[in-house]
């Protein structure tokens, strides 16, 4: 064998090594059959004891010719390689809905579809972005006056997303393909010029000598060593929203701050943040203000910030262990479970002017979700009024009418709402 294809299938068994992934471990490459992806896919095959698993997404928008004759080459490559190949195909129509819905571009559509497809895979996501990937995006986010974090680029391992090809170029990986015999496809698309990658990519690259495409590399590799030596919080997933050690946040530095609360949000909002919004959600923090947009919803306690998704609309009959929005009605035994009179009941969102009779006093719903700092609730009307209030899977107390309160009704059954997974957004 050639010593440049040792080299190659030595660089990834290196990156490999360095991030302690064993051989046997199951890798899904994010396959599209061109030739990066193909060349990640046969080194794999090769380095790994585990044959690795090809995921090609079809997202119907190109002309079903040019995808069909894609998709059965894809099929000849990995039989040939003696790999899986998985193929997921989004709905006619799919990612243009997602487009209009969130008034974003066909691109960001279609990676966000993409992505959630592989975020429900069960192992190590490898992805075949290599050394020209890396200098289109530090040069992209010069250019659009990016925060100093994202000039870090396309990071080498982030949660079970790998790229083994980071420091490989392009045209090494197309050399590889071709000395191993193996025919890739071509995405028509990426010859148009209608977004500011292939711009940069057909335009701008060509005309940087090798010098200044490692200095934009450079500049990631800095960034990215000094993102991994500061502390940057993490936040526990609660099912329904997500939350942040207030006290640990407010002991951080700027710059551990501001990428804290970038990787927060980003669970609900792909938009870019400016920085007056970042320096406005501080100080709300630092205040424990709400925070309320289109986007997502920020609460603070004294010892915990939180993040919801937007206000939803929803009001059904359930029975027991019907899921809705990421929740499930069920029976338990909980003691924040509540006693309910069987089914002749409404579950739906809370709204303004609620009321509910508790053993104290009369009293408004928007009340108690003030005082627990959560910003919606369920609430369980029958023909009398609201007769229950679910709060616990949004962080805070259930509450039951004096009707039902427990002590009158200790034989009866008891019935709560909690998180039907443990979403990931």
Not at 252 to 266: G, H, K, M, P, V
Not at 286 to 297: F, H, L, S, V
Not at 390 to 395: L, R, S, T
């Amino acid at each position: 064998m050639e010593l440049f294809l040792i080299d190659l299938e030595l660089k990834v068994n290196s990156y490999l090594e360095a991030y302690r992934i064993a051989k046997d471990e199951k890798i899904y490459v994010a396959f599209s059959g061109g030739a990066d992806s193909l060349a990640l896919l046969a080194i794999l095959s090769k380095v790994m004891t585990t044959p690795p698993i090809a995921v090609y997404v079809d997202h119907n928008l190109r002309n079903r010719a040019e995808l069909d004759l894609e998709i059965q080459r894809n099929i000849e490559n990995c039989h040939k390689l003696g790999c899986k190949l998985i193929i997921h195909t989004l709905e006619q129509g799919e990612v243009n809905k997602l487009c209009k819905a969130d008034r974003i571009t066909v691109e960001a559509a279609a990676r966000l579809l993409r992505y959630s497809y592989f975020d429900s895979l069960d192992s190590f996501v490898a992805t075949a972005h290599n050394y020209d990937d890396q200098v289109e995006s530090v040069f992209m986010r010069l250019l659009s006056g990016s925060t100093f974090q994202s000039l870090a680029g396309i990071r080498r391992k982030r949660g079970k997303y790998i790229r083994p090809l980071l420091d490989i170029k392009k045209s090494d990986i197309e050399s590889y393909c071709l000395k191993n015999n193996l025919t890739f496809s071509y995405d028509s698309t990426n010859s148009q010029l209608f977004c500011l990658r292939n711009k940069i990519r057909h335009l701008v690259a060509p005309a940087l000598n090798d010098e200044l495409k490692q200095s934009l590399v450079n500049i990631s590799n800095n960034i990215s060593a000094f993102l991994d030596r500061i502390n940057i919080l993490a936040s526990s997933n609660k099912g329904f929203y997500r939350t942040l050690d207030r006290k640990e946040f407010l002991s951080l530095i700027e710059i551990e701050a501001d990428i804290t609360i970038l990787n927060f949000i980003s669970f609900y909002t792909q938009d870019r943040v400016s920085k007056r919004e970042l320096e406005s959600i501080k100080d709300n923090i630092k205040k424990k203000k709400a925070i309320e947009n289109n986007d997502y919803i920020i609460t603070c306690t004294e010892s915990e910030i939180r993040i919801y998704p937007p206000k939803f609309y929803y009001s059904a009959r359930l029975r027991v262990d019907d899921e809705f929005m990421g929740l499930k009605f069920i029976k338990s035994d909980s003691k924040d479970a509540l006693v309910l009179p069987c089914y002749d009941f409404i579950i739906r969102v809370n709204e303004e002017g609620d009321e509910i009779e508790t053993v104290k006093a009369r009293t408004k719903v928007k009340d108690l979700l003030s005082a627990m700092k959560i910003p919606y609730c369920l609430v369980v009307c029958s023909k009398e009024g609201i007769v229950g209030v679910f709060a616990a899977c949004f962080g805070g107390k259930n509450r039951i009418s004096k009707e039902f309160y427990l002590p009158n009704y200790e034989q009866h059954q008891r019935y709560d709402v909690i998180s039907s997974t443990l979403l990931e957004f």
